[in-house]
């Protein structure tokens, strides 16, 4: 009995070995396979290829994103379309988002993602509008270049600032922050050029940038019949512990006016965000900006303070100031606003914002304007993370 049974152990064992083996060797020639298929596609690719073109191998990643608004204000729309800020802006040019009094589809954005070979990605982003069509950005970035360089060409936000390379839709509040509005208008800096980045290799993250740039930005620059806008910025994120994070970093744009001016824009940035439990934080962030154009000087800032109990909700307020401004012009313009988003899941997300706002001229008369938006925006397809 004790023989059979030990017979029978030692043929399951030698089964089992046998098994094991053969199915490693299966895997490991699969592996070669697969690693020689991926090698012969790559080369084909590289060389311009004669094998027949396999479409579903090159399709680019998709996302779109959808954005509408219900608004009131006590200003009718006519007024509202030309408002001024005095001293920045002598009279708003298109307004893309919550435009009108009662219901707006903002914006549809179709975005596309594609490698190009081993060496480029290719990026571009398309903006419709019940008032047009828009490229917002078109663009090639590289990877695998050495030092930890990168390169990125065509047409891009520039990484001036906290938020101006933000989309809408990926900021917290509904409205472009005042200091923003006031010295780089609505679509802030996105232009035509190209930009160059370098990551230090330290375990603390330091990154620093320039860009070349056509310069069409009309509220501070605008002079367009060459390359006249130069960028540059440092930037720097740490921890502190485990539970805070800091990103920090100062900013420099300079170019040309129409007139062929000099015009030159400072920036300072801070954002601490603490980290409570794994949904809960709060954010903190400030900006200051502060603008030497035409020889006038003048300065602004915004603060705010964002609270998530949750994987759900968001809520905050934010503070603009615009405190310095050209002589015999106001300093006391400012905003005030809060806001609570509310999302059900990842890729939906309702904003209802309430803003004060003492900045604007309607009609060459200054007047508070008191607004409530509530906002509905969602993503679907492949859309990349967005800062924290």
């Given at each position: 009995?004790h023989?059979?049974?030990?017979?029978?152990?030692?043929v399951?064992t030698?089964?089992?070995?046998?098994?094991?083996?053969?199915?490693?060797?299966?895997?490991?020639?699969?592996?070669?396979?697969?690693?020689?298929?991926?090698?012969?596609?790559?080369q084909?690719?590289?060389?311009?290829?004669?094998?027949?073109?396999?479409?579903?191998?090159?399709?680019?990643?998709?996302?779109?994103?959808?954005?509408?608004?219900?608004?009131?204000?006590?200003?009718?729309?006519d007024?509202?379309?030309?408002?001024?800020?005095?001293?920045f802006?002598?009279?708003?040019g298109?307004?893309p988002?919550?435009?009108?009094?009662?219901f707006?589809?903002?914006?549809?954005?179709?975005?596309?993602?594609?490698?190009?070979?081993?060496?480029?990605?290719?990026?571009?982003i398309?903006?419709?509008?019940?008032?047009?069509?828009?490229?917002?950005?078109?663009?090639?970035?590289t990877?695998?270049?050495?030092?930890?360089?990168?390169?990125?060409?065509?047409?891009?936000?520039?990484?001036?600032g906290?938020?101006?390379?933000?989309?809408?839709?990926?900021?917290h509040?509904a409205?472009?922050?005042?200091?923003?509005?006031?010295?780089?208008?609505?679509?802030?800096?996105?232009?035509?050029?190209?930009?160059?980045?370098?990551?230090a290799?330290t375990?603390?993250?330091?990154?620093?940038?320039?860009?070349?740039?056509?310069?069409?930005?009309?509220?501070?620059?605008?002079?367009?019949?060459?390359?006249?806008?130069?960028?540059?910025?440092?930037?720097?994120?740490?921890?502190?512990?485990?539970?805070?994070?800091?990103?920090?970093?100062?900013?420099?744009?300079?170019?040309?006016?129409?007139?062929?001016?000099?015009?030159?824009?400072?920036?300072?940035?801070?954002?601490?965000?603490?980290?409570?439990?794994?949904?809960?934080?709060?954010?903190?962030?400030?900006?200051y900006?502060?603008r030497d154009?035409?020889?006038?000087?003048?300065?602004?800032?915004?603060?705010?303070?964002?609270?998530?109990?949750?994987?759900?909700?968001?809520?905050?307020?934010?503070?603009?100031?615009?405190?310095?401004?050209?002589?015999?012009?106001?300093?006391?313009?400012?905003?005030?606003?809060?806001?609570?988003?509310?999302?059900?899941?990842?890729?939906?997300?309702?904003?209802?914002?309430?803003?004060?706002?003492?900045?604007k001229s309607?009609?060459?008369?200054?007047?508070?304007?008191?607004?409530?938006?509530?906002?509905?925006?969602?993503?679907?397809?492949?859309?990349?993370?967005?800062?924290?």
């Open positions: 009995m023989k059979k049974v030990l017979s029978m152990l030692l399951n030698l089964l089992q070995a046998y098994t094991s083996e053969d199915l490693e060797k299966r895997i490991a020639s699969l592996e070669k396979t697969l690693d020689s298929q991926k090698q012969t596609k790559m084909t690719a590289l060389n311009g290829g004669n094998n027949s073109f396999n479409q579903q191998s090159f399709m680019p990643d998709i996302s779109l994103i959808l954005s509408g608004s219900a608004v009131t204000r006590n200003i009718d729309n007024r509202y379309e030309g408002y001024s800020i005095d001293g802006i002598d009279k708003t298109e307004i988002f919550n435009k009108n009094r009662g707006n589809l903002n914006y549809a954005e179709l975005g596309m993602h594609a490698a190009v070979g081993p060496y480029f990605d290719s990026d571009a398309f903006h419709l509008s019940p008032d047009g069509f828009e490229i917002e950005e078109a663009y090639i970035s990877k695998k270049l050495p030092a930890n360089f990168d390169i990125k060409a065509g047409k891009f936000r520039s990484a001036f906290r938020i101006n390379a933000m989309h809408q839709h990926a900021q509040f409205q472009t922050p005042l200091v923003y509005e006031a010295m780089l208008g609505l679509e802030g800096i996105n232009d035509a050029g190209i930009a160059l980045h370098w990551v290799p375990d603390t993250y330091l990154m620093t940038g320039i860009e070349a740039l056509q310069g069409v930005n009309e509220e501070s620059f605008g002079k367009s019949s060459s390359n006249t806008l130069y960028i540059g910025y440092l930037k720097s994120g740490f921890d502190i512990g485990d539970n805070t994070s800091v990103l920090a970093g100062i900013n420099i744009a300079s170019g040309k006016t129409p007139t062929n001016k000099n015009s030159t824009l400072y920036g300072g940035e801070l954002t601490v965000k603490y980290i409570i439990d794994s949904y809960s934080s709060l954010n903190w962030q400030s900006e900006l502060y154009k035409d020889d006038v000087k003048q300065s602004g800032y915004y603060t705010q303070l964002l609270y998530a109990p949750n994987s759900n909700w968001e809520m905050g307020m934010r503070y603009n100031a615009l405190n310095k401004n050209a002589r015999q012009q106001p300093n006391d313009l400012k905003r005030y606003a809060a806001i609570a988003t509310y999302k059900p899941f990842e890729f939906s997300k309702f904003r209802l914002q309430m803003s004060h706002d003492t900045s309607f009609d060459g008369i200054r007047k508070n304007e008191n607004q409530v938006i509530l906002e509905f925006l969602v993503e679907t397809g492949a859309h990349g993370a967005h800062a924290f």
